[in-house]
């Protein structure tokens, strides 16, 4: 048997430092429009060893935060405010050259759709000596034993060196991913959506790949998607987002025990699984336009809940039950 | 009874194996299956990508013809068809695609698609009567004609977009709708709302529905009775109920377990090959090499289909005691499933 079991409650304490600290992040997009703002002050912070899944639906912001912490943003996507730490370093006053050595280094990401974007004449072991090598690391006997090194440890036979990306299959192209990703030794994995284009037993075999990696390298790691029940089973903290903001960010099973933001608690009374048919259940409505966003909640036209203060006050993110819920109701 | 489709003993292959030593990819493999007019029900046929389920549902739709077996509609085979029964068949047998963002023209509203599909069918005689059709078709897929109307595809959610494709194939007031995929590129929180309509035409009008997916949840939520398909072949089949509560072939079994549940105390954990785990070759269980029941008979001769009960169908040699269903009969169980 193989499992991924989220981390026992007693390893919580067992974190390390924090690596990665998110302080009031603010991102827009400057558009025709007007200016859409994706991201809209987010704050978190993540430990050493610990695994923080950050959920939503579209548009809200996950795959900005993720771009944003590799300062990869391009116009029309500015950074409007805020900081991002990344051990310990700042990253808005680096400059461009600093920065790149950081990406993979320090803070290495598995973009959306990464499994794609493998370079179709290369061989495997080419694109993963190309980080290795443009950061100036070791010789080349050093070298080819790394590209072995970090098959293994995605769980590749070290033959896949020689092949090219068309000879393997999804599952094996998104490893290589995370082989390149982890070449560097980063002490901050970035993961968007990186199961979204694959079957659920080869997801199953990605998402066990990046734990083995994640607690290999004792690293910090965020993992970006839709898919709740994975969050359940993979994060040891999760943020949902709406709209640009964190709704709720606590401890999964705080969470996913006792949701407390009412948005949060559609979306986990919305899941379906196989235990019993339902009544198939969406929450009714749409998020609000990033362009001249409402005052107060952008969850409050969907809200069952939603008072008067609503409307006018933007709630902010307090300490509730040992999490942060941004509502009124708390 | 009338039989709508009926595709008998039905096998794609891909590439003729000439060039090759190693001869065609089966697409799918010796398929039979029946969409009834008198039993219109939703089956789920689900599988992994290379399954097979897209090129089944293909096959249905008169879009690949099979290299053996025949798809009758109406108890003709398809090839055959004349020039009137074909737009009759147009209008029994719809589909819905993946993609809701690839299927419209970008340059007319979205109500276009619809006009065109009442034009082509003489669905109305004038304008207003159109009019009439398409409000009605819009509101039984939950849109708001008003809010969507004149709107360009862009300005429409990907939800939306895929609802309007249910309103189109509605239209016509088909038998069936062969669904492909129809919410994996949707958010979420629009899937329950796509899928609650499909599953309402179905009560509504009596529309059978054929809903291909890799989502066993949707599969469970929506269906009546599903087929898994692995590798061309149907490896199990049912009805949805006892094939989730107690699935028989191993691989029905991995796909289960390997849906993240949404529990955090829930494990997720998949179980290994066997020893006796083997390599696949044509005389072998297609799926040998992966499954944890292996045994010696399963790389010794390929297993056919054993009928576990009135509804159920599996092809596992863990089964061969129970009696033997020729894959021609699959829709004995099939259609016993309501």
Same mark, same amino acid.
């Given at each position: ?13 067992? +974190? ?9 992040? #603010? ?21 050493? =060893? ?37 051990? =310990? ?11 790149? #050595? ?28 190309? =980080? ?8 080349? #006997? ?45 002490? !901050? ?12 037993? !080869?997801?199953?075999? !990605? ?48 969470? +996913? ?7 949060? #608690? ?32 952008? +969850?409050?036209?969907?809200?069952? +809940? ?25 | ?12 292959? $891909? ?37 097979? *389920? ?34 009759? $068949? ?24 619809? /006009? ?18 398409? &409000? ?14 004149? *709107?360009?595809?862009? /300005? ?5 977009? /895929? ?57 469970? /939520? ?83 289909? $054993? ?9 596992? $040699?863990?089964?061969? &005691? ?17």
């Amino acid at each position: 048997m193989s499992a991924i079991t989220p981390a026992p409650e007693h390893r919580a304490t067992a +974190f390390g430092a924090d690596v990665l600290h998110v302080e009031d992040l #603010r991102v827009e997009y400057v558009t025709s429009a007007g200016i859409a703002t994706a991201v809209d002050g987010v704050s978190f912070t993540v430990r050493a =060893g610990e695994r923080l899944g950050l959920v939503g639906e579209s548009g809200s912001g996950k795959s900005t935060i993720a771009t944003a912490l590799m300062r990869l943003l391009r116009p029309p996507a500015r950074v409007a405010g805020g900081r991002i730490v990344v051990d =310990g370093v700042e990253l808005q006053g680096l400059s461009d050259e600093a920065m790149r #050595r950081m990406r993979l280094a320090t803070i290495a990401l598995v973009a959306q759709g990464a499994i794609n974007s493998l370079n179709p004449s290369a061989r495997v072991e080419d694109q993963i000596l190309d =980080g290795l090598v443009d950061h100036g690391r070791a010789g080349r #006997r050093e070298q080819r034993r790394r590209v072995a090194e970090v098959l293994r440890q995605v769980g590749l036979r070290p033959e896949v060196a020689r092949l090219f990306p068309h000879q393997l299959s999804g599952g094996m192209r998104q490893r290589v991913c995370i082989a390149i990703a982890i070449s560097l030794r980063p002490k !901050v994995l970035v993961a968007d959506e990186p199961t979204s284009a694959l079957d659920v037993v !080869v997801q199953h075999q !990605v998402m066990e790949t990046f734990r083995a990696v994640q607690d290999d390298l004792g690293a910090a790691m965020i993992l970006i998607g839709h898919d709740i029940g994975l969050m359940a089973q993979f994060a040891t903290r999760v943020g949902i987002m709406y709209a640009g903001l964190l709704a709720e960010i606590g401890e999964t099973r705080k969470i +996913f025990g006792n949701p407390l933001h009412p948005y949060t #608690r559609l979306l986990i009374a919305s899941i379906t699984t196989m235990e019993r048919k339902t009544e198939l259940k969406g929450i009714p409505g749409l998020p609000p336009s990033l362009i001249d966003r409402p005052t107060g909640c952008p +969850f409050r036209d969907r809200c069952p +809940f939603a008072m008067e203060r609503c409307a006018v006050e933007e709630p902010l993110p307090r300490p509730v039950d040992d999490r942060l819920v941004a509502c009124h109701l708390y | 009874m009338t039989t709508i489709i009926e595709a008998r003993n039905v096998t794609k292959l $891909f590439g003729n194996g000439r060039l090759r030593s190693g001869g065609g990819t089966v697409g799918v493999a010796d398929v039979s299956f029946t969409v009834d007019d008198e039993k219109p029900t939703i089956t789920a046929v689900v599988g992994e990508s290379g399954s097979g *389920k897209t090129t089944l549902a293909r096959l249905l739709l008169g879009l690949a013809a099979p290299t053996t077996g025949e798809v009758l509609y109406r108890g003709k085979d398809m090839r055959r068809l004349t020039r009137s029964e074909r737009r009759r $068949f147009l209008g029994d047998v719809q589909v819905v695609f993946q993609d809701p963002y690839d299927t419209y023209n970008p340059f007319y509203p979205v109500e276009h698609a619809l /006009q065109l599909t009442v034009r082509k069918f003489g669905l109305a005689s004038s304008a207003a009567a159109a009019r009439s059709l398409i &409000d009605e078709a819009m509101s039984a897929v939950g849109l708001r004609p008003e809010a969507t109307l004149g *709107k360009r595809p862009h /300005q429409l959610s990907g939800g939306q977009r /895929q609802r309007l494709m249910v309103a189109r194939a509605l239209l016509l007031r088909p038998k069936l709708i062969v669904a492909d995929e129809p919410v994996s590129m949707v958010d979420a929180s629009m899937r329950a709302s796509i899928l609650t309509t499909i599953r309402g035409l179905h009560e509504r009008y009596g529309i059978s529905v054929v809903y291909i997916t890799h989502d066993l949840t949707t599969a469970y /939520q929506v269906s009546h009775q599903m087929m898994v398909l692995y590798k061309g072949d149907v490896v199990e089949a049912g009805d949805v109920e006892s094939v989730i509560r107690d699935p028989q072939h191993p691989y029905t079994r991995l796909l289960i377990d390997s849906v993240p549940k949404p529990d955090p105390d829930e494990p997720w954990a998949l179980e290994r090959p066997s020893e006796k785990a083997a390599r696949v070759t044509p005389t072998t269980c297609p799926f040998v090499d992966r499954c944890s029941r292996a045994m010696d008979a399963c790389s010794q001769a390929k297993p056919p289909l $054993f009928r576990t009960s009135s509804t159920r169908a599996v092809a596992c $040699f863990l089964y061969e &005691d129970a009696h033997r269903l020729d894959r021609s009969e699959l829709n004995t169980v099939l259609t016993g499933a309501r």
